[in-house]
């Protein structure tokens, strides 16, 4: 969140910290945080929504619809309410009573939903005119004016109301009254809350109707602000929920959960958006974003159940240094203990995610300092840099290590090995080890420095790697030299040709 702020800072000072915008980003919460209220008390007891974002919408296109054709407002919102409700109490019951599993039910109500949508609104965005503009409407989602002048803020969002409403009845619920506790049990260890009396079933009932709700109420807020809804509204807009309420520390997996971290992780989503606006991207890059923060916040969900100070240690420095100190001697090591390739993948993690910080400080700071030009593929200095190099990073590690296998694999193949494909896979990867390296080639590649002095330092990081390979091959698959070595070669031979045939398309387009 601090980053967020100072970043937002640094990109557009004058806009960002400006009262109206401040407010904005607030009002640019509120469906997320109020969906994600109900999907905290959901996830705490054990299940998840997939289909708030396509209720939201159905919801906010038959209000526009029937209240087009004449319908009294406040017999509409009800009307929309209670269908809410029924949604929500049909799904628990397929859930708890069926035995049928969230993700599977969810994901089809979400497509039935979309569906239903396109025939409410039959291809086409619904509106509510200014004139014909319902007060309860304006109650629920509307802007109210504060006049012109020396006042900070021209306009007041009432959502922004509603969601710091919810969010106090959500905490006291949650963490003052029995169903809360009810509810955490149930996702805990639903074994022992039914032992102890509680119906686990309910408590999940009613938190399916309670999400249902809110996304319909956040469905007519979206509309009375907006003054129209689409078929594409609420599109994503689970993703982003589930998100917030993860990155806002509720647990995943049940039990636990916070209203005030579900407001904040909706905030980052906020922030992230208006800061790549201000920036001057749009929004092309907010869905990267989104998925950045959900694969790291299942990530931190799943790893802070094991935390250990000395992680890092263990799982990347010790097999460093000893990979280091005598590459034979720890190849050995690999070939006796069954370990499989968890311990691998990981070390080839952590040895990306260096790849990816060092590379982003160092392009970062010399931009900033001597405003040096950096373009490497997709990746450009800024805010944008945050999201794509990441995944520029990740797909170049993951995909040398993956052809280099296959590749390396063949080649043993050939020789004549007993071992099989993980074998070869662990090799690889800890062979690999000095590509944390590759930075330095793709700093100077994106400096655009000179083609001869990029390829020089690339293969300064690649030769010790294929050395390591060399030894790798010979320990794990117990080749002599001989065979060793021409697997290796055979793997190079392939890249080779993989090289030239992309360097062959890549000139004919140019």
């Known amino acids: 969140m601090s980053v967020l702020l100072v970043l937002g800072t640094i990109v557009r000072a004058d806009v960002f ?54 319908y009294p407002i406040l017999f509409v919102v009800l009307l929309v309410l209670l269908f809410a409700g029924l949604y929500g109490l049909f799904q628990g019951l397929m859930i708890t009573k069926l035995g049928l599993p969230s993700l599977i039910v969810t994901i089809g109500t979400l497509t039935l939903l979309r569906g239903a949508n396109l025939v409410i609104l039959q291809g086409q965005t619904a509106t ?23 006042a900070l803020l021209n306009q007041f969002p009432i959502q922004i109301v509603w969601t710091i409403a919810f969010l106090l009845l959500g905490y006291y619920v949650l963490n003052k009254t029995a169903f809360g506790y009810r509810a955490m049990f149930t996702g805990g260890s639903k074994e022992s809350a039914t032992r102890t009396g509680i119906k686990t079933d309910h408590v999940k009932i009613i938190n399916f109707m309670l999400v249902a ?44 959960g916070s209203m005030p971290g579900t407001f904040l992780g909706a905030l980052v989503f906020a922030l992230t958006q208006n800061i790549l606006v201000l920036a001057g991207l749009g929004v092309r890059l907010f869905q990267v974003f989104t998925g950045i923060f959900i694969i790291s916040a299942v990530l931190i969900e799943v790893l802070s159940r094991d935390v250990r100070i000395e992680y890092l240690t263990e799982e990347y420095i010790d097999p460093l240094t000893d990979l280091a100190g005598d590459a034979e001697s720890f190849f050995e090591y690999v070939r006796s203990d069954v370990q499989g390739i968890d311990e691998p993948l990981m070390f080839a993690t952590i040895g ?61 193949k050939a020789v004549g ?73 055979t793997m190079v031979v392939l890249w080779a040709l993989v090289a030239a045939f992309t360097l062959t398309q890549v000139s004919g387009v140019n």
Do not use: K
């Open 17 to 70: 910290l400006s009262a109206d915008n401040l407010v904005g980003i607030v009002r640019n919460t509120a469906v997320t945080a109020i969906i994600g209220y109900g999907m905290t008390l959901l996830m705490v007891s054990g299940e998840f929504d997939l289909s708030v974002g396509s209720l939201m919408a159905v919801c906010g296109a038959l209000v526009a619809t029937m209240y087009g054709t004449g």
């Open 128 to 150: 509510i005119s200014s004139d014909n503009y319902p007060r309860l409407i304006y109650y629920i989602g509307g802007v109210a004016e504060l006049g012109q002048g020396p």
């Open 213 to 256: 709700l809110l996304a319909a109420f956040a469905g007519i807020g979206q509309l009375a602000f907006t003054q129209a809804v689409s078929p594409s509204t609420g599109q994503g807009t689970e993703l982003i929920v589930i998100a917030s309420v993860v990155i806002g520390g509720t647990n995943l997996f049940g039990g636990e």
């Open 352 to 412: 990306t995610l260096i790849l990816t910080l060092v590379t982003l400080v160092a392009m970062t700071v010399v931009d900033f300092a001597v405003g040096w030009g950096f373009s490497f593929t997709i990746v450009r200095p800024g805010v944008a840099a945050l999201g794509t190099l990441p995944l520029v990073t990740f797909m170049l590690m993951a995909g040398l290590i993956l052809l280099s296998t296959v590749f390396l694999h063949a080649g043993v």
């Open 417 to 489: 090995t007993r071992r099989d494909f993980d074998t070869t896979l662990q090799g690889v990867i800890y062979s690999f080890a000095p590509t944390v390296l590759l930075f330095v080639p793709i700093l100077l590649s994106g400096w655009s420095f000179l083609t001869p002095l990029v390829l020089g330092t690339a293969a300064l990081v690649f030769l010790p790697a294929l050395y390591l390979l060399y030894r790798s091959t010979r320990v794990l698959h117990e080749f002599s030299g001989r065979d060793a070595a021409l697997s290796v070669a």
